[in-house]
Structures are given as structure tokens and as C-alpha cells.
């Protein structure tokens, strides 16, 4: 069973950045496999797509971003240590929310597709002076 775990969150000012990583584990899995993808829910508000690295294989190594965090946030994965990371740069206060990753994501970013099967339990990001 494929297991998801976030980590990487904290408090940081206005302008600043920070690297969250999703660790993917489970029996008998490849992490090249699945495509990972990072959302997030904002208090009060609905969950939220933000960027999706393909699973080898298919589309290689292509990535998805919603416009909100293009040009600021950017999704790597490192297959060798099963390891998604998002740097997220220059954040600003309406970036706080709770950061999940999720598989299997697709170019739509949409939190409820029915191929976002699992999920990790997320990390908090808060954006503050």
C-alpha cells in the first residue's frame, strides 16, 4: 500500500521561501510509477491544485502548475530517495494553508479527481511577519 509523508512546513516572512518534501513509501511500489502532486487548504476555504510531476513512463518528467504559483513554486522529484519536493519562493500571506501531496495527479489539478487515491497528512505553512 502506497504511504504518503509530508514534511518541510513552518513560519516564514512575507518574500521568503521554503521546501516541503513528500516521501513515498509502501510494499512492493516504484515510486516512478505514480505521479505526485502538492495541494493545499486554506481555513475556510476549498482544497486547492497546485503542481503535478508526471510518473515515468508516460508523460517524462512533465510538470503542471496552477497560476496562482507559477513562476514561484517549482516540483522535483528525486526517484532515488522517493522524494517529491516543492521549493516554494517569494510566499506571501495568502500562501498559508495546509500543504498536502497526493497520487496519482493529472494536468487538471483537481483535488476531488477519482485518481487521487492517496494522500499524505499534510504540513503546515504559515506566512507571517
Known amino acids: 500500500q502506497l504511504r504518503l509523508v509530508e514534511s518541510g512546513g513552518g513560519l516564514v516572512q512575507p518574500g521568503g521561501s521554503l521546501r516541503l518534501s513528500c516521501t513515498v513509501s509502501?510494499?512492493?511500489?516504484?515510486?516512478?510509477?505514480?505521479?505526485i502532486g502538492w495541494f493545499r487548504q486554506a481555513p475556510g476555504k476549498e482544497r486547492e491544485g497546485l503542481s503535478c510531476?508526471?510518473?515515468?513512463?508516460?508523460?517524462?518528467?512533465?510538470?503542471h502548475y496552477a497560476d496562482s504559483v507559477k513562476g514561484r513554486f517549482t516540483i522535483t522529484r528525486d526517484n532515488a530517495k522517493s522524494t517529491v519536493h516543492l521549493q516554494m519562493n517569494s510566499l506571501q500571506p495568502e500562501d498559508t494553508a495546509v500543504y498536502y501531496c497526493?497520487?496519482?495527479?493529472?494536468?487538471?489539478?483537481?483535488?476531488?479527481?477519482?485518481?487521487?487515491?492517496?494522500w499524505g497528512q499534510g504540513t503546515q505553512v504559515t506566512v507571517s511577519s
Open positions: 510531476t508526471s510518473a515515468l513512463g508516460g508523460t517524462d518528467g512533465v510538470t
Open positions: 509502501g510494499d512492493s511500489f516504484d515510486v516512478e510509477l505514480y505521479a
Open positions: 497526493a497520487a496519482d495527479c493529472d494536468s487538471s489539478l483537481i483535488p476531488t479527481s477519482p485518481n487521487l487515491e492517496v
